[in-house]
């Protein structure tokens, strides 16, 4: 898809590692100028100056999504470096390792709760401007656990689906402005989250785990469709899945 994004700014939340990272490259290699965002300053100046090898514009922008105040500067911050956002991905995403309900506690709730979900939804109210502005493509990357519940726990799963719920309200209202919204759905991905389950993954799972790139590629497709079509939700799993 080399060039099929030539020209577009994106805003990618989550860029330091895993999805968003790889999905901050697989923009700018299409022609995309990207924001990258996340708490890790080294980990973005990182991907930042691997954008700007591209030949694209490439900006790394730390902000702490719990931080309602800084994530709504963060876009303000983007509109400022790029001009403007025509693609928004909201790759960011947390779990704890202390998820069964009997062991949660309040404050990891609120975490959960804060950066899958408030992060989202501060991001996107204050960056409905731009996104208006633009007709924009907004991709947010959940899990395949909202089609397929699984032991990933209360709190991340109420936030995928709150999630959902989210964007699926959001398209409802905007797509007379010509904002076009989508959900990922991966499964089983190997990144560095599958370090945070209570119990380590087995090596053949994870072997035959789907790669950051893979969501990539799925960020790609759903946000180079013409302004009269779009996808509303697209479920990505490993191959394996169909040999059990």
Do not use: C
């Not at 959960?112 to 990357?141: F, H, K």
């Not at 076009?180 to 380590?200: K, S, V």
Request: cysteine-free.
């Amino acid at each position: 898809m080399s060039g099929s994004h030539a020209g577009k700014r994106a805003a990618v939340y989550g860029a330091s590692s895993g999805m968003g990272r790889a999905t901050a490259l697989a923009l700018a290699r299409a022609g995309a100028d990207v924001a990258a965002l996340a708490r890790t300053e080294d980990a973005l100046e990182a991907v930042a100056r691997e954008i700007r090898g591209i030949g694209r514009q490439g900006v790394a922008i730390s902000v702490d999504i719990q931080d309602a105040a800084a994530a709504r500067a963060s876009v303000d911050s983007v509109v400022e470096a790029l001009g403007g956002i025509d693609i928004l991905v909201y790759a960011t995403g947390w779990n704890i390792p202390g998820r069964a309900l009997e062991l949660l506690s309040s404050s990891d709730w609120e975490l959960m709760q804060r950066t899958n979900l408030w992060g989202l939804y501060d991001v996107t109210q204050a960056a409905l401007p731009a996104l208006r502005e633009s007709g924009a493509r907004v991709v947010v990357i959940s899990s395949a656990a909202v089609q397929m519940p699984d032991m990933s726990g209360v709190a991340y799963q109420s936030t995928k689906h709150g999630e959902a719920g989210f964007v699926y309200g959001m398209m409802h209202e905007e797509a007379g402005n010509g904002i076009r919204a989508t959900m990922i759905f991966p499964g089983l991905t190997e990144t560095p989250m599958i370090d945070r389950r209570p119990a380590p993954t087995p090596p053949e799972m994870i072997a035959n785990a789907l790669q950051p790139e893979d969501v990539a590629e799925a960020v790609l497709f759903v946000t180079s469709l013409p302004a009269r079509a779009y996808v509303p939700e697209l479920v990505l799993l490993p191959a394996a899945i169909q040999q059990r």
